[in-house]
């Protein structure tokens, strides 16, 4: 096969400013790496925080962002293996793009704790092009007959809610909350939750999100916007009024970190995982101590959480609801994202 040396990519060229739709060289894949043709890519809220430079770690620049990449491997570093990639597979790019593979973190398959790691779209460049390149060792496989549309946000957002999920501790029977489930992560949490066995409450702002959350098996729904006292409408809506056992927290606000112990049930664990800029984790220290809250964060996956999170949408038991748009319309995507105004998630349909 052939591949074109130029190719359309979406770029951010400085720290707060907007892609710039432009032509682009085609990345050649290292030893260890694939070259995906990427067909579809979701848009994660974490891409437009890195378009702003909101966290406090150091941004590649000029970057091309995007790590819900789903496509064709097209060329293959000589040390990939066909078991591992053959050419013409379906494979998946997703924000852990390589790790060092020797640290301490790495040997315990904690690879997104690697102090090494690369992260697509963020440290190297991510999706958002024709052409993405990947780590063989942490690309995802997608079965070929897996939709690339639909499976795109699975690499992001599902996997990094199902591990959540099951940081929380949550069992078949129980309920969590889920702060932000009208989102991209959110709608797709309710999914993984129902198909785990677990109860929800989806806590999230305005009718659209409310229609989407009951359509997808929520048992209730909390609107921030509406509500005069979320927590007590929380606990209200859970077994026996006692809080919810656990609180997936996705709102890339700081309010709901501070409030989320006031609904959890006693011995409950709260789940950390949405990154709003300069917040901060605050409880009261009587609550937490006298009715035994676990504070923890989460963060993406390792490989056998993404085999997993892959497996259950492959089963058919997730269905997330998103919206397509094209490659170009990037900005446009993240004006509605940073307006709050997306239910579920958008992918974008990138020209062949
Ligand atoms: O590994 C990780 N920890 C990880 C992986 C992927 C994404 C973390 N994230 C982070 C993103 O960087 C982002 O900070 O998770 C956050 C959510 O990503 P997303 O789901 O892609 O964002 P979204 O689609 O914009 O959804 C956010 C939702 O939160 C709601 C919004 O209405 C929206 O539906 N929300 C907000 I903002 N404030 C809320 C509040 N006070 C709220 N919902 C309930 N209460
Ligand atoms: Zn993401
Ligand atoms: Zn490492």
């Excluded at 999230?204 to 409310?210: F, N, P, Q, R």
């Excluded at 700081?254 to 989320?260: D, I, L, R, T």
Aim: charged fraction near 20%; include cysteine; proline fraction near 6%.
């Amino acid at each position: 096969m052939t591949l074109p040396t130029k190719q359309w990519a979406q770029v951010v060229e400085k720290k707060g400013g907007t892609p710039i739709y432009k032509e682009i060289p085609v990345p050649t894949p290292g030893p260890d790496e694939i070259l995906v043709k990427i067909r579809y890519t979701g848009v994660c809220h974490t891409d437009l925080h890195a378009m702003k430079g909101d966290w406090p770690l150091p941004l590649k620049l000029p970057l091309v962002g995007g790590h819900e990449g789903a496509g064709t491997v097209v060329a293959k570093g000589n040390l990939v293996t066909d078991e591992e990639f053959a050419i013409g597979d379906h494979a998946g790019i997703k924000w852990l793009n390589g790790s060092c593979m020797t640290c301490e973190f790495c040997r315990q398959a904690e690879f997104p704790l690697c102090p090494n790691a690369q992260l697509s779209g963020y440290t190297v460049d991510g999706t958002f092009q024709q052409y993405a390149i990947g780590k063989a060792a942490l690309a995802s496989k997608i079965p070929p007959n897996v939709a690339l549309d639909a499976v795109a946000p699975i690499l992001c957002a599902g996997l990094t809610v199902y591990k959540g999920l099951k940081e929380s501790g949550a069992r078949p029977g129980q309920t969590v909350a889920i702060v932000g489930a009208g989102g991209g992560l959110g709608s797709l949490a309710q999914q993984y939750a129902k198909a785990m066995g677990i109860r929800v409450i989806a806590i999230d702002g305005g009718d659209e999100k409310k229609a989407m959350c009951e359509k997808l098996g929520s048992e209730a729904y909390v609107d921030f916007i509406k509500s005069s006292d979320v927590v007590a409408d929380v606990k209200a809506a859970s077994p026996e009024g006692l809080g919810a056992h656990a609180v997936i927290l996705l709102a890339v606000a700081e309010g709901p970190f501070q409030q989320a112990v006031g609904y959890v049930r006693s011995y409950g664990t709260i789940v950390a995982i949405g990154l709003p800029a300069g917040a901060f984790l605050k409880a009261p220290v009587f609550d937490t101590v006298v009715r035994m809250v676990n504070i923890r964060g989460s963060y993406v996956g390792n490989r056998q959480d993404g085999v997993e999170a892959i497996d259950f949408f492959a089963r058919g038991l997730i269905h997330a609801p998103f919206k397509t748009a094209s490659l170009k319309d990037l900005p446009k995507i993240f004006e509605l994202m940073e307006q709050g105004k997306i239910a579920g998630r958008y992918v974008l349909d990138v020209p062949q």
